[in-house]
Nanobody
Framework: QVQLVESGGGLVQAGGSLRLSCAGSGQTFRMPYMGWFRQAPGKEREFVAV????????FYTDSVKGRFTISRDSAKNTVYLQMNSLKPEDTAVYYC?????????????????WGQGTQVTVSS
């Protein structure tokens, strides 16, 4: 019913940039909130950013504020995460997720659909 596919990950040096894309299919256009999470080796999955379906509500975790930008193109059923000034600490598998309830959340347990993840590696 709902499928999410991330792309755009890769290997970059510290200070570089990447733009991640999350292409949705099925009923993703009906998902009120789309979020990005990440999981570094040996660590728990953590919230990165979330955006409402119309882009009117956006929220970031403190560690990425001023560096990352989340955006959404509803016509293309695609969510983006522009990552600038990347740091080695940003190295992780990045996941796109969708929440079907009309309430913003930063808790991964409250997201209903997940992509397969895309690897981001930042070298020092």
């Amino acid at each position: 019913q709902v499928q999410l596919v991330e792309s755009g990950g890769g290997l970059v040096q510290a200070g570089g940039s990447l733009r991640l894309s999350c292409a949705g299919s099925g009923q993703t256009f009906r998902m009120p909130y789309m979020g990005w999470f990440r999981q570094a080796p040996g660590k728990e999955r953590e919230f990165v950013a979330v955006i409402s379906w119309n882009g009117g509500s956006i929220f970031y975790t403190d560690s990425v504020k001023g560096r990352f930008t989340i955006s959404r193109d509803s016509a293309k059923n695609t969510v983006y995460l522009q990552m600038n000034s990347l740091k080695p600490e940003d190295t992780a598998v990045y996941y796109c997720a969708a929440r079907r309830e009309s309430v913003l959340s930063t808790n991964d347990a409250y997201y209903d659909y997940w992509g397969q993840g895309t690897q981001v590696t930042v070298s020092s």
